[in-house]
């Protein structure tokens, strides 16, 4: 297991002198931001990274994440440059070591939430969905109140509104045969440069405003692994994006992938999943304060050769912190900390490690 912490870049409020303060920590997760999605990244700006990562302690061997153009999503014929842009970015990435890209196949709208800043009971403030908060939306109306918190600033709301009623003629079949036309062109590309592609479950692992969504569940990561069934082509085990849905066993998710070789990074965190669909919320790491059995997951991946990397998923935000809502530096950190004995326990519970 390769500890590793989310960090966007030195606009961050959190600073990689923080960071390589956490026990244990290994490699930065980040990306280049300076361009818009489907534009090449340049070489001094991964170079950069690079550089000050380095400088640091830490090594740069996972991008999170290199978006995936909504052209591509659409099947529509513009796809061919911006897929040639994509396979383009794995080089140059994997060209200054990155081993492992994180990305996600969501139409519109990745990770959704109603409330940023949810207060729990012990006066920390977390992120939380609430499915009758969502159900009010509708980007398709105009006169709908089209804001919920999270969502993509750089769209205008006519923009949303185009690209969401451009969504209407993609079916889930048609949303996974243009899944499939990308990764035969890209992971090819990432097996030729040493690199796994990780794609992450969509957040929530279900359809919101009609707009199709497919990496959801097993049955699904099952099919999606078999588009191209080689090593390369992988997973992101988001343990919040799968456990928001009680359908989702992630404990038995975790074993049996990790045991396929097929999970190449993972997402940790706890969600309190809320009873009758009404949504859920994330809470500390601790298994005690959500819905998941946070150590069994941890020890599935163990007990079955898990070596890729791991990040401390959302943290609350705690002790007055503000910025970046769900990416502040302390609740992390005691993920980070909590991850790590999680981990130090499945290696010692293993007696065959002596
Ligand atoms: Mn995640």
């Not at 492992?100 to 012990?122: G, K, S």
């Not at 969502?134 to 804001?147: F, M, Y």
């Amino acid at each position: 297991m390769k500890l590793s912490f989310r960090w966007y870049g030195p606009e961050d409020k959190v600073t990689l002198e923080n960071i390589r303060q956490i026990p244990g920590m290994y490699t930065i997760v980040t990306a280049v931001y300076d361009v818009p999605v489907g534009q090449v990244w340049s070489r001094e700006s991964i170079a950069a990274l690079k550089q000050q990562i380095e400088e640091h302690g830490m090594y740069f061997e996972v991008v999170e994440s290199i978006p995936v153009h909504e052209d591509i999503k659409l099947g529509k014929s513009s796809r061919e440059q911006y897929i040639e842009n994509y396979c383009e970015n794995i080089r140059r990435v994997a060209e200054a070591g990155v081993k492992c890209i994180c990305y996600n196949f969501m139409p519109v709208f990745d990770w959704t939430r109603t409330e940023l800043a949810h207060e729990l009971p012990d006066g920390s403030t977390t992120l939380a969905y609430y499915q009758d908060q969502v159900d009010a939306v509708n980007p398709l109306e105009s006169d709908s109140d089209l804001t919920l918190p999270g969502w993509d600033a750089s769209y205008s709301r006519e923009e949303l509104r185009s690209v969401v009623a451009e969504y209407q003629a993609v079916t889930e079949d048609r949303l996974w045969e243009n899944l499939k036309f990308f990764l035969e062109r890209v992971i090819p590309v990432a097996q030729a440069c040493g690199v796994n592609m990780a794609i992450h479950e969509d957040d929530p692992c279900w359809s919101i405003f009609g707009l199709p969504r497919i990496i959801t569940d097993e049955a699904n990561l099952d099919r999606f692994l078999k588009l191209v069934d080689v090593p390369n082509n992988g997973i992101t085990l988001c343990t919040g994006s799968l456990g928001c849905s009680c359908r989702n066993d992630v404990v038995k998710m975790a074993k049996k992938y990790a045991a396929m070789g097929r999970i190449h990074f993972v997402h940790m965190r706890n969600v309190a999943v809320l009873p009758d669909g009404k949504g859920f919320e994330e809470r500390a790491h601790l298994s005690s304060c959500g819905s998941l059995d946070m150590y069994g997951i941890m020890k599935a991946l163990y007990d079955n050769g898990f070596d890729g990397y791991i990040r401390p998923d959302h943290g609350r935000m705690i002790w007055g912190e503000t910025g970046r809502p769900g990416y502040g530096l302390y609740d992390r950190a005691l993920g980070a900390a909590y991850l790590n004995g999680l981990w130090e326990a499945a290696v010692k519970n293993d007696q065959t490690a002596y």
